[in-house]
């Protein structure tokens, strides 16, 4: 794994959300109750992550992380910003059901070309802002998440979407969860992500590649977290993802320093404070 230094750290916030991902999902799987009060967590984190999506050429950063819940009726986990406008059940945990939807909007830094030799001669993909919406459910022990949104700044243009199953195991002052999770993308987001258009076969090294809407991704994940004591904690990611379909022939996945698959690891420390 190649060293990513400490002052290049803002170019490390393009993949940030790509790489917290599953960390996000499961912060929303069963916990013992609904958010009730109000409160902030600060911390940081060392991350381990591809350097975009279809590279095999890792990148370790250091980053901060703020996230809060039930803040004037809205939750933020890494980009993403959630409120909860329908909140129906019994309660989250055994023999217990939950529903809840509402607004999501979230924020993706996109992709240089200058983060690897085989990008060189293609178009910088732009931030995304996305606008849309998510529901979550719980039955028993074990949670879904649905999440949507469209780009509205001209960033990729796309429409994603990422379904979430998992389950959270509590212990003392500890718990685990496993995540299984596949995303779906419109054709706008593929051709961004995986395609070589034909204008750029003449900057670029590689071969035209055309994209369709579909499932691209799957990946299985496992969060774990220990409470250090009533404010602090730890929590740890590892998150396995692979390619789909004829996405894996995309020539930015063929490419020498290109791989179908790709390992995301955190560890983090945040305190909680209670407003």
């Known amino acids: 794994m190649k060293p990513f230094p400490y002052a290049?750290?803002?170019?490390?916030?393009?993949?940030?959300?790509?790489?917290l991902l599953p960390l996000l999902a499961l912060a929303y799987l069963p916990s013992l109750a609904?958010?009730?009060?109000?409160?902030?967590?600060l911390g940081g984190a060392v991350m381990v992550r591809p350097a975009y999506t279809g590279s095999d050429d890792y990148h370790t950063?250091?980053?901060?992380?703020?996230?809060?819940?039930?803040?004037?009726?809205f939750d933020m986990r890494g980009l993403a910003i959630t409120s909860d406008v329908i909140e129906l059940g019994t309660g989250k945990g055994?023999?217990?059901?939950?529903?809840e939807a509402g607004p999501r909007v979230s924020f993706d830094f996109g992709r240089d070309s200058s983060d690897s030799v085989t990008l060189e001669g293609l178009d910088d993909i732009d931030p995304?802002?996305?606008?849309?919406?998510?529901?979550?459910?719980?039955?028993?022990?074990i949670g879904f998440d649905l999440s949507v949104g469209q780009d509205v700044i001209g960033g990729h243009t796309g429409l994603v979407a990422d379904a979430s199953i998992g389950t959270r195991y509590p212990g003392k002052g500890w718990f685990v969860a496993p995540l299984l999770s596949v995303s779906w993308a419109d054709q706008s987001f593929t051709q961004e992500v995986y395609g070589i258009s034909e204008a750029q076969t003449a900057t670029s090294a590689l071969d035209q590649f055309d994209t369709d809407s579909g499932f691209h991704q799957v990946s299985a994940s496992l969060l774990a977290g220990i409470d250090i004591d009533d404010d602090w904690s730890v929590t740890g990611l590892v998150s396995y993802r692979e390619a789909l379909g004829d996405y894996r022939d995309s020539p930015i996945?063929?490419?020498?320093?290109?791989?179908?698959?790709?390992?995301?690891?955190?560890?983090?420390?945040?305190?909680?404070?209670?407003?």
Do not use: C
């Open 8 to 19: 290049s750290r803002i170019n490390a916030m393009k993949h940030f959300s790509y790489a």
């Open 34 to 41: 609904f958010a009730d009060d109000t409160t902030l967590d």
């Open 61 to 73: 950063n250091i980053l901060p992380y703020i996230g809060f819940e039930n803040l004037y009726g």
């Open 94 to 99: 055994p023999g217990r059901w939950s529903l």
């Open 128 to 141: 995304s802002l996305l606008l849309g919406g998510f529901t979550r459910a719980t039955i028993g022990i």
């Open 253 to 275: 996945i063929q490419a020498e320093d290109g791989s179908a698959s790709g390992i995301f690891a955190t560890v983090g420390i945040a305190r909680r404070f209670s407003l």
